[in-house]
C-alpha cells in the first residue's frame, strides 16, 4: 500500500473526525513536492475531490465542505491529514488520499481508503 488513510468512523450529525493518510517508504522520495488531496466516494457515486494541499501548503475545498474542513499536511512525516467538523450525514463516504491530478492520471495506487458514515 502506498498511501495508507485512516480515522475513520461512525459519528452523529455534528460531530468530528480527523482522518490521517501516510505515505509508505516506497514512495517518500516523492511525496513532498506532490500536490496532494483527499477524495470521496459516496455509496453508488463516483469519486469526488474533496480537498487539496500543494506542497507549499496551498488549499483548496470543494464548496460543500468549506468551512467545515481543514486539509494539512508535514512533509517530513509524509503524511496529510483531514480534520472534518460538522459533520453531516451527506459526508458518508469512502475517503481516500492520493496525488491531485486533474487529468485523472494518477501515479500511486488507490489504497483501501477509510469509511466515514454519519448519522442524523
Known amino acids: 500500500v502506498q498511501l495508507q488513510a485512516s480515522g475513520g468512523g461512525s459519528v452523529q450529525a455534528g460531530g468530528s473526525l480527523r482522518l490521517s493518510c501516510v505515505a509508505s517508504?516506497?514512495?517518500?522520495?516523492?511525496?513532498?513536492?506532490?500536490?496532494m488531496a483527499w477524495y470521496r466516494q459516496a455509496p453508488g457515486k463516483g469519486r469526488d475531490l474533496v480537498a487539496s494541499i500543494t506542497s507549499g501548503r496551498s488549499t483548496n475545498y470543494a464548496d460543500s465542505v468549506i468551512g467545515r474542513f481543514t486539509i494539512s499536511r508535514d512533509n517530513s512525516k509524509k503524511t496529510v491529514w483531514l480534520q472534518m467538523n460538522n459533520l453531516k450525514p451527506e459526508d458518508t463516504a469512502v475517503y481516500y488520499c492520493?496525488?491531485?491530478?486533474?487529468?485523472?492520471?494518477?501515479?500511486?495506487?488507490w489504497g483501501q481508503g477509510t469509511l466515514v458514515t454519519v448519522s442524523s
Open positions: 517508504r516506497s514512495i517518500f522520495s516523492t511525496f513532498s513536492p506532490k500536490h
Open positions: 492520493n496525488e491531485y491530478s486533474p487529468s485523472g492520471t494518477y501515479a500511486w495506487n
